[in-house]
């Protein structure tokens, strides 16, 4: 396993931009899929976006399809969620999850490592 830290959360209004890190530990975190997933106050954890990597394939939530990027740096092993024309209905605890399997999960048990999340908060 790895040991992920969430960073760049925070509050803004709507339209703005918001770039989220996931800074993780261990030296094979290149041989890792990570994905972002969200949890709004009450409702289930859902994913957001995703990053394989065996060929750095992406894989978007419809909701933020066309306003939200993931990316990786291998040598810094952080992936990024750049974040542009938020909604409030983008407020929630984004968390970060890896796991070395072959394919991509777009599922919460499809991943075996998790950060503890930050907080997005995005006011009309």
């Known amino acids: 396993q790895v040991q992920l830290v969430e960073s760049g959360g925070g509050l803004v209004q709507a339209g703005a931009s918001l770039r989220l890190s996931c800074a993780a530990s261990?030296?094979?975190?290149?041989?890792?899929?990570v994905a972002w997933f969200r949890q709004p106050p009450g409702n289930e954890r859902a994913v957001v976006a995703v990053?394989?990597?065996?060929?750095?394939?992406?894989y978007y939530a419809d909701s933020v399809k066309g306003r939200f990027t993931i990316s990786r740096d291998n040598a810094k092993r952080t992936v990024y969620l750049q974040m542009n024309s938020l909604k409030p209905e983008d407020t929630a605890v984004y968390y970060c999850?890896?796991?070395?399997?072959?394919?991509?999960?777009?599922?919460?048990?499809?991943?075996?490592?998790w950060g503890q999340g930050t907080q997005v908060t995005v006011s009309s």
């Open positions: 261990g030296r094979t975190f290149s041989l890792y899929n």
């Open positions: 999850a890896a796991d070395p399997k072959y394919t991509i999960s777009t599922t919460r048990s499809g991943y075996t490592s």
């Open positions: 990053i394989g990597w065996r060929d750095s394939s992406t």
